[in-house]
């Protein structure tokens, strides 16, 4: 997955290696976790990008997590302590910079095809989360 930001900075993610590349292909920096997987991306309004993924360790948590234009963490949330989540999907950002996130809900559970939204503060704290009902099957 990657995300452009305003100057033209592309974020790049790949399993547990995630970069950033400047308007003209260059390599700023590269890092790399092992212990993570990350799926989606987006950008902060307030610089730098958040991240939806997984650990593969557990192969049960959802994890989001926001990163400075630098790469540096700022904060990240496992699954395991809001959500028992297991399939992350899509992550987006507002403008005041609060975090939306949406994932499947652990089959262990019982909540086999259920989906959450959850909102997050800019600060990573949880705001909300919420059963997005499903469609009856046809």
Not at 43 to 53: E, L, Y
Not at 56 to 61: G, Y
């Amino acid at each position: 997955k990657s995300v452009t930001d305003l100057e033209g900075n592309t974020y790049v993610a790949s399993g547990g290696r995630y970069a950033k590349y400047d308007k003209n292909g260059i390599k700023l920096w590269q890092k790399d976790n092992p212990t993570e997987r990350w799926s989606n991306l987006a950008i902060h309004p307030k610089g730098g990008f958040v991240a939806s993924g997984s650990d593969p360790a557990t192969q049960a948590d959802a994890l989001i997590a926001r990163f400075d234009g630098n790469g540096n963490l700022l904060w990240k949330r496992s699954g395991d302590t809001w959500a028992q989540c297991c399939a992350p999907d899509q992550i987006t950002c507002d403008k005041q910079g609060n975090v939306y996130f949406t994932a499947g809900a652990d089959t262990a559970q019982n909540f086999l095809n259920r989906s959450f939204l959850f909102k997050f503060t800019e600060d990573g704290q949880l705001t909300y989360k919420i059963r997005i009902p499903q469609q009856p099957a046809a």
